[in-house]
């Protein structure tokens, strides 16, 4: 049973209603449960492996979900239960295609890619909040968060500064797509085709480019290919550089927001905190655990698998829903708390297995940079509302805004 | 050095849990006794000088010189709080007194006592042979910086006696040194007893493409010494004679149980038996609340296997240390259940294994190919899958460890996206029960 | 300083070597290798490693055995206080 604290005492409980299990899942996909969905996932932990009324079947608990995140039954191609296909980006296939794919990227997303953008990282963070100064009161989403990722993954693909704004206007409508959203409007679909069309003129012309003059973009990269990759050529580089994009940005908006909220929601801790910077190492960890970007991952399965008592019969979805899994009092001691400094700390906020998040080192880099310089520059910051305006999708939550209010933007 | 007794005022209150053999598995034991709030006096006995170290990187990196063996010392978590007696072996086992005896002739009481004397590497049989200079084994960091000495001196050629785990991953450093090396093994293939002969042949390849002079179903009939009992060359049972000035005897492990002679535990070849709780059983059957057993040494019944199970692996000797602590702290309350599960880094391949694929009548490729090599065996026993072989796949063997423990049918029908086309299920010779 | 990777454990993520690349390197395909005693001074790449291994498979701490306070009350902070080493 996950234990009472200050998150379960906001809104939506599910002792207030009685839902029955097989509808559990939908209320979590209800916009209402946004702001806390924890008490639902708990009730659906009782019973780890649990088929809806809609035929999908949630894994909420810490092992299952584990050994379905590494199980071949598994399949991240969801054409596999009668879905239609979802793109043919890595994060959608399966081995082998998946692993030559992963390599390519992996080849030259390296150590010291991610290292050369620190620097770069340390200036927009600083630039974001000279910017945001001298009001009293701002939108950390629209004026921090938001701004940052996509900005930090247009120099890793060396994308010319004139053009990044019109990335951010495409990371934007594209978030959505890694979403299996049936509640989509028409419009939304419409605009998300005009921006996939968009960009991939863009990307097109870039990779003509970069072709043509190699840099030391990663672009450039995938075109020549690393130790253990092959090189990346036309639709499967496009692809993969817009999966890039979309993959690295609402996932790391959701972080810092996610992380201000918390820190804002525990005054000791962020008084810890101030004091030990440092601190913010093991607390991304801790962040991506406890208030993860990414909550649930769809899937297929590929044979009837026995797991948990029951059998998941072969072309069914299943829901790995990752944020219950990270919650599990079975694994965790004190589930329900926020613990800056847990340890050992085996989440899935990055996922696991074979699509285990290909940005991590980057998105832990942003947030172990953001985080400090918030806490360190914002004076006496207060949240304005709580719980803050969420984002309509449930498998990536985040707040919309996250207002607060200050004393001033120290230099 | 290690301490005195008595300048342990402040723990004269609670039992004295002994811990004989100071390496991986007693190291171990004594974090999670202090983790589980262990507040009495803990004594780690250890026959080596050395405090505890990595064996695993002997064969591997400090072999290659790329790892100075005194940095194999490995970390402790939490402050043990421990009266070490390292370079003192135990030599006798009273079970009416609870005393042990060393080999200085010290006797050490005890409430508690945990067996975890691992094992020795197999000597070469022929004594005088044996006792040629640059005739060695692997089992000891002291080894380990004599071989690597001899490896660095630049031999002309040496030779592996044996193709298990650790005389394939010391061929594999002699290649990455761009050493001759001959590797002599009785068996069809290397790794054949760990992986069965399908795989061993795949493993065989895999020594070959890399330049070892892989000799299967062959043996040494004699090693030759010159006049100063130096090795110079070793004869073939295939009629060669090579010059060779190194020869690593790697012929597997011999468990460290003779001190316990007389002390009506029982033993075998396999090591001392204990119960799934690690007590030590005694020749009439009965398992001892108060003599624990753990990691190499131990033999134990687990509920996948027949007969008695023996695991010389890194994982086993871990968990099972815990498994022990649990006991000493809260009774039989944690069965090690744990599976089988070790790995090894040879020719540049990660191999991981869960199970027992030595037992195996029947293996089968699942996912990947291993012309890539890239991919999983399963092995299965009786129409049930009881082990699997992950080479460069280390993320998908979690998967087959849940298959194993809840006895799937073999071949088990996985559909995987990566699957041969089609599944060809390869009968091996099937080993007699443990 | 001393470290252990569970190699067990480990599932060659890759994400120490991103951490921590003066400690850690994935060799070959799959291999991962580490310094088991590195300087002192990579104490915070460390820390940063151990926190981002995805099956926590990395111990830091102390080399075991007998040390100067060897029969000694504690003195060595608990590792499972894993801010120890960073104030
Ligand atoms: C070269 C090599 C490579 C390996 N590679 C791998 C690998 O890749 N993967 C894997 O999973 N496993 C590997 N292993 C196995 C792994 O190292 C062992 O499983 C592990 O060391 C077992 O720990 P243990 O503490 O039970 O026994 P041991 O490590 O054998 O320790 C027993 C200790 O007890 C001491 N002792 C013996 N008798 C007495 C006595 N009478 N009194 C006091 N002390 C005594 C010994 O000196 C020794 O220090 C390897 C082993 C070796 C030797
Ligand atoms: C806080 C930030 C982030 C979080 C929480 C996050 C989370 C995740 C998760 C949970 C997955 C697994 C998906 C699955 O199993 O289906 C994943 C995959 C992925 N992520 Fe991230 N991510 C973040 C940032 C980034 C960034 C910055 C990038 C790129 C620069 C990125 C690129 C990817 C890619 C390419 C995959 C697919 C990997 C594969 O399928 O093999 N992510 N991410
Ligand atoms: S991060 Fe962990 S799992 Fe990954 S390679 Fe490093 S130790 Fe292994």
Redesign the interface.
């Known amino acids: 049973m996950s234990k009472s604290t200050g998150v379960d005492s906001r809104p939506v409980s599910v002792s207030d209603v009685s839902t029955p299990r097989a509808e559990l899942f939908a209320r979590v996909l209800d916009p209402a449960s946004r702001a806390n969905p924890y008490p639902i996932y708990a009730a659906l932990r009782s019973e780890p492996v649990s088929r809806q009324s809609d035929g999908t079947w949630v894994v909420s608990g810490f092992d299952e979900i584990?050994?379905l995140l590494?199980?071949?039954?598994i399949?991240s191609?969801l054409r596999n239960a009668g879905q239609p296909a979802g793109g043919q980006s890595l994060i959608m296939q399966?081995?082998?295609n998946h692993?030559r794919l992963r390599a390519a990227v992996?080849g030259r997303f390296t150590?010291?890619v991610?290292?050369s953008l620190r620097q770069g990282v340390h200036d927009l963070v600083a630039g974001l909040l000279d910017a945001a100064g001298p009001g009293t009161r701002l939108d950390l989403v629209e004026e921090i968060a938001y701004p940052l990722p996509v900005s930090v993954i247009c120099k890793l693909l060396g994308i010319p500064p004139q053009d990044e704004a019109r990335f951010h206007g495409w990371a934007d409508t594209l978030a959505r797509t890694l979403d299996l959203d049936p509640t989509m409007s028409r419009e939304e679909q419409d605009a998300i085709d005009h921006a996939f069309t968009e960009l991939h003129h863009y990307l097109e012309n870039l990779v003509a480019d970069r072709a043509e003059h190699r840099g030391d973009d990663l672009v450039s990269g995938l075109l020549t290919g690393g130790d253990?990759g092959e090189p990346l050529r036309g639709e499967e580089l496009l692809i993969t550089v817009r999966l890039l994009l979309i993959a690295g940005h609402e996932t790391t908006v959701n972080l810092i927001t996610n992380g201000m909220l918390t820190l804002l929601r525990h005054p000791d801790i962020l008084e810890r905190f101030r004091h030990?910077p440092?601190?913010v190492?093991?607390m991304?960890?801790e962040l991506v655990r406890y208030e993860p970007s990414v909550q649930f991952r769809y899937r297929a399965a590929?044979?009837?698998i026995?797991i948990a008592g029951t059998t998941i019969p072969?072309g069914s979805v299943v829901v790995l829903l990752l944020a219950a899994g990270s919650r599990d009092p079975g694994h965790f001691t004190d589930p329900d708390r926020f613990v800056p400094?847990?340890?050992?700390?085996?989440h899935f906020g990055?996922g696991?297995?074979?699509h285990?998040c290909i940005g991590?080192?980057l998105a832990?880099m942003e947030a172990?940079i953001v985080l400090p310089e918030l806490v360190r520059r914002l004076v006496n910051p207060r949240l304005t509302m709580d719980p803050p305006p969420y984002r309509p999708t449930a498998a990536l939550r985040g707040p919309r805004h996250l207002w607060v209010e200050v004393d001033g933007v120290r230099p | 050095m290690s301490g005195h007794p008595g300048n342990r005022g402040e723990h004269v209150v609670g039992e004295h849990v002994v811990i004989v053999g100071a390496s991986l598995t007693g190291l171990h034991a004594a974090e999670a006794l202090r983790g589980g709030g262990f507040a009495g006096r803990v004594t780690l006995v250890g026959a080596e000088p050395h405090p505890p170290y990595d064996r695993p990187s002997l064969s591997k990196r400090v072999l290659a010189g790329r790892m100075s063996a005194d940095s194999t010392g490995l970390p402790q978590r939490q402050d043990l709080d421990a009266h070490w007696r390292l370079g003192n072996a135990a030599v006798a086992l009273d079970r009416d007194t609870k005393t042990l005896t060393l080999d200085d002739g010290t006797a050490l009481g005890f409430d508690k006592l945990l067996i975890a004397t691992g094992t020795r590497a197999r000597r070469w049989p022929d004594t005088a042979e044996a006792a040629l200079t640059g005739v060695l084994s692997i089992r000891t960091r002291d080894d380990a910086l004599e071989l690597q000495a001899r490896l660095a001196a630049r031999p002309r050629r040496v030779l592996v006696i044996g193709a298990g785990f650790v005389g394939s991953e010391v061929a594999s450093v002699c290649r990455e040194l761009d050493l001759d090396v001959t590797v002599v093994e009785r068996s069809a293939a290397p790794l054949a007893g760990a992986l069965g002969q399908w795989a061993g042949a795949a493993a065989g390849r895999l020594q070959r493409g890399h330049g070892v002079d892989l000799r299967t179903e062959t043996s040494v009939l004699a090693l030759e010494g010159d006049a100063d009992g130096r090795l110079r060359r070793v004869r073939l049972s295939d009629g060669d004679v090579l010059d060779v000035d190194v020869a690593v005897v790697a012929l597997g492990a011999v468990r460290n149980v003779e001190w316990l002679a007389g002390s009506g535990l029982a033993i075998d070849a396999r090591g001392v038996q204990c119960d799934p709780f690690c007590r030590a059983v005694d020749t009439d059957g009965r398992p001892c609340d108060d003599i624990l057993v753990a990691g190499d040494v131990a033999c134990w019944p687990h509920p996948l296997y027949e007969g008695l199970l023996a695991v010389e692996h890194w994982d086993n000797a871990v968990r099972q240390a815990r498994v022990a602590a649990t006991t000493i702290l809260h009774g039989a309350v944690r069965a090690h259940t744990a599976l089988p599960t070790f790995w090894s880094n040879q020719f540049g391949v990660n191999i991981k294994v869960v199970g027992v694929p030595g037992r195996a009548d029947q293996v089968a490729v699942l996912q990947g190919s291993v012309e890539r090599a890239a991919f999983v065996a399963a092995y299965g026993r009786g129409g049930r899958i009881i082990g699997a072989l992950a080479v460069n796949t280390p993320r998908a063997l979690d998967a087959y460890a849940e298959m194993i423990s809840s006895r799937m049918s073999f071949p088990p029908d996985l559909n995987a996206a990566d699957a041969p086309d089609p599944i060809r299920v390869l009968d091996l010779a099937v080993p007699a029960a443990g | 300083m001393r470290v252990m990777v569970d190699l067990a454990r480990c599932q060659s993520y890759g994400q120490c070597v991103f951490a921590a690349p003066e400690i850690f390197e994935i060799s070959g395909r799959e291999v991962l290798e580490y310094d088991s005693a590195p300087s002192d001074e990579w104490r915070l790449h460390l820390e940063r490693a151990r926190a981002a291994c995805p099956v926590q498979a990395i111990t830091i701490g102390p080399a075991a055995g007998p040390g100067k306070d060897d029969g000694q009350p504690s003195t060595v902070r608990p590792a499972a206080d894993s801010m120890g080493v960073l104030r």
């Open positions: 584990a050994a590494h199980d071949p039954r399949s191609d399966d081995p082998p692993d992996m150590p010291e991610v290292e253990h030990e440092d601190l190492v093991p991304v960890e590929l044979a009837d026995e072969r400094d847990r340890l050992p700390n085996e990055f696991g297995g074979i285990y991590a080192p832990r172990q």
